[in-house]
T-cell receptor
Framework: AQSVTQLDSQVPVFEEAPVELRCNYSSSVSVYLFWYVQYPNQGLQLLLKYLSGSTLVKGINGFEAEFNKSQTSFHLRKPSVHISDTAEYFCAVLNSGYSTLTFGKGTMLLVSP | DTAVSQTPKYLVTQMGNDKSIKCEQNLGHDTMYWYKQDSKKFLKIMFSYNNKELIINETVPNRFSPKSPDKAHLNLHINSLELGDSAVYFC????????????FGNGTRLTVT
């Protein structure tokens, strides 16, 4: 079985501050990991993915995430956020050999001036 | 040029009615999905089709019936709508079954009164 935990349901932050959105997963086999962003009234958009190779992956809009196998984590980071980054962020896991993504419950990033 | 398009965007209907949501992708992907997002933003897989063949059928009432006339289309028909069916339904596609990122449509907000 696979599962994802996003510990923070909401993260408020000021513009230009750094941010980290936490994601932990559980799986008994190799995993593929994803971060998606959902802007209001829109579908989900892929931010970045880890399939293999370097554990530090860079995505769109200046986001990056680090895969940590020993801590079963895949935290999302951005060094300086903008107002336009306000959105819901979803972490997702896919076991190798499994065919559907399991999503976390989402973290709402609220960026204020 | 929309990659994954679903119609309608909004659907308001009364309990007991039957309704359909259509989805089309022009990405040439083999796999298509239906996800349900509840009021707390939780995303849950409902169905998955690969090359028109049903491969995932999660615990969903049999009032929900997906139909895939071809690889590019996956429609969702719902019979005898109930209040609890109110949610946002997302169609998605991926290149293959395994480890491919999902491309989402913009969602259909279904409200059952």
């Amino acid at each position: 079985a696979q599962s994802v935990t996003q510990l923070d349901s909401q993260v408020p932050v000021f513009e230009e501050a750094p941010v980290e959105l936490r994601c932990n997963y559980s799986s008994s086999v190799s995993v593929y990991l994803f971060w998606y962003v959902q802007y209001p009234n829109q579908g989900l958009q892929l931010l970045l993915k880890y399939l293999s190779g370097s554990t530090l992956v860079k995505g769109i809009n200046g986001f990056e995430a680090e895969f940590n196998k020993s801590q079963t984590s895949f935290h999302l980071r951005k060094p300086s956020v903008h107002i336009s980054d306000t959105a819901e962020y979803f972490c997702a896991v896919l076991n190798s050999g499994y065919s559907t993504l399991t999503f976390g419950k989402g973290t709402m990033l609220l960026v204020s001036p | 040029d929309t990659a994954v398009s679903q119609t309608p965007k909004y659907l308001v209907t009364q309990m007991g009615n039957d309704k359909s949501i259509k989805c089309e992708q022009n990405l040439g992907h083999d796999t298509m999905y239906w996800y349900k997002q509840d009021s707390k933003k939780f995303l849950k897989i409902m169905f998955s089709y690969n090359n028109k063949e049903l491969i995932i059928n999660e615990t969903v009432p049999n009032r929900f019936s997906p139909k895939s006339p071809d690889k590019a289309h996956l429609n969702l028909h719902i019979n005898s709508l109930e209040l609890g069916d109110s949610a946002v339904y997302f169609c998605a596609s991926s290149q293959t079954i395994y480890n491919s990122p999902l491309h989402f449509g913009n969602g259909t907000r279904l409200t059952v009164t």
